[in-house]
């Protein structure tokens, strides 16, 4: 199972783009990225979901570089309503359900 | 169009008590999870069930134990409560092959253990 590493913390003010980088160093080759976020109270929610290079949806951007080993999260102009903890989350798609293990995640805080 | 259910929304047990948490999801996912968060901590993998008829132990199953009744439901049930059972717990599912292996999470379970 790839381990991740992230932050534990980060800060923000509005209109800022943030980028939050996870390491993974030991990710299998059938191992997908995927990043989720939780806001307190709540369970986490998928925002983005990569294998390599650059996806891009309606609120984030992941970049994964060619050996794969790390992967950042790109939230552009967050607002005070993206503070949330995100987590970074490596496994396969296809194992039928196997072992999903969570990092610790990263907590941003946003500020006016 | 419901998603992930969890019952019950808040537990108070007295340390040795039993009690079942339930999880049903309406997406027809193969694939089902319970995890525990810890006040200000990451979660943690207790059991996850594969597919109907399957279970198998995650990060810390040890004092829990589940049951995949039928491919909506699964259950974690612990025997004899103790305080460091405290926690929220959420349920999950997954679709299997030709999906993108999102995870879809319940509101939450919190149980206190006194």
């Known amino acids: 199972l790839a381990k991740t590493t992230q932050p534990i913390s980060m800060d923000s003010y509005e209109g800022q783009e943030v980028n939050i980088t996870c390491s993974h160093n030991?990710?299998?080759?059938?191992?997908?990225i995927t990043w989720y976020q939780q806001f307190p109270s709540q369970g986490p929610r998928f925002i983005i979901q990569?294998?390599?290079t650059k996806v891009t949806n309606e609120v984030a951007s992941l970049f994964i570089p060619a050996d794969r080993k790390s992967s950042t999260l790109s939230l552009p102009r967050v607002s005070l309503s993206d503070t949330a903890v995100y987590y970074c989350l490596v496994g396969a798609l296809y194992n039928q359900g196997g072992k999903l293990i969570f990092g610790q995640g990263t907590e941003l805080s946003v500020k006016p | 169009n419901a998603g992930v259910t969890q019952t019950p929304k808040f537990q108070v047990l007295k340390t040795g008590q039993s009690m079942t948490l339930q999880c049903a999801q309406d997406m027809n996912h193969n694939s089902m999870y319970w995890y525990r968060q810890d006040p200000g901590m990451g979660l943690r993998l207790i059991y996850y069930s594969a597919s109907e008829g399957t279970t198998d132990k995650g990060e810390v199953p040890n004092g829990y134990n589940v049951s995949r009744l039928n491919k909506r439901e699964f259950s974690l049930r612990l025997e004899s409560a103790a305080p460091s059972q405290t926690s929220v717990y959420f349920c999950a599912s997954r679709a299997g092959v030709g999906n993108t292996g999102e995870l879809f999470f319940g509101e939450g379970s919190r149980l206190t253990v006194l």
């Open positions: 990569g294998y390599k």
């Open positions: 030991n990710i299998a080759t059938n191992d997908y």
